[in-house]
């Protein structure tokens, strides 16, 4: 599970995590998944308990991601926001968040996979994937490389974390 867990943090992290960060997170979500009461005990400042709709070690995955990995938003306008902010000043974008406020959520969704898959070509661009279960937040998503999502989703099956590529598990939802 840690090799699966270190390759799932480094393709969803693309490039903005340390090797020494991803083996840390790695380390404390296999201990977490394998005994969780000593994990927990070893771990007394950790907010977590039984309620929570995800095991301890994908909690602690999802917990120590980076806000510039791990998006968390209630509306497009904000998630797109995060990922502008994430990518700095020197990344420019076709679109604002602004333009993103009146418009239905598959529209909007749908704009910003356009504009996340023409960036990073070489790579496939970017593809907003939904990463684990909801907690606090209506959005919960991950950047991947085009070409990495198949071997994501792969890796998201191995560990037990649920992914889905974003749009078209809204075009689902909106269609069913």
Same mark, same amino acid.
């Given at each position: ?32 998944? &394998? ?49 502008? &902010? ?13 333009? +993103?406020?009146?418009?239905? &959520? +598959?529209?909007? +969704? ?67």
């Amino acid at each position: 599970m840690k090799t699966a867990l270190i390759e799932l943090i480094s393709k969803i992290s693309s490039g903005c995590m340390g090797d020494a960060e991803i083996q840390q997170i790695a380390d404390e979500a296999v201990l977490a998944y &394998a005994d969780p009461q000593v994990f927990l005990a070893a771990n007394p400042d950790i907010n977590y308990d039984d309620s929570f709709p995800i095991p301890l070690g994908e909690w602690v995955v999802v917990g120590s991601l980076p806000e510039t990995v791990l998006f968390q938003a209630d509306t497009y306008v904000d998630l797109f926001a995060q990922i502008v &902010a994430s990518f700095g000043k020197e990344v420019s974008f076709n679109i604002k968040p602004k333009q +993103l406020a009146k418009i239905e &959520a +598959l529209t909007a +969704l749908n704009r910003i996979q356009i504009q996340m898959g023409s960036m990073n070509p070489e790579n496939g661009g970017y593809v907003l994937m939904n990463f684990s279960q909801l907690l606090d937040d209506e959005l919960q998503v991950v950047l991947v490389y085009g070409n990495d999502v198949p071997r994501v989703l792969e890796l998201c099956s191995e560990v037990g974390i649920a992914a889905a590529p974003a749009l078209e598990a809204l075009k689902v939802a909106v269609h069913v």
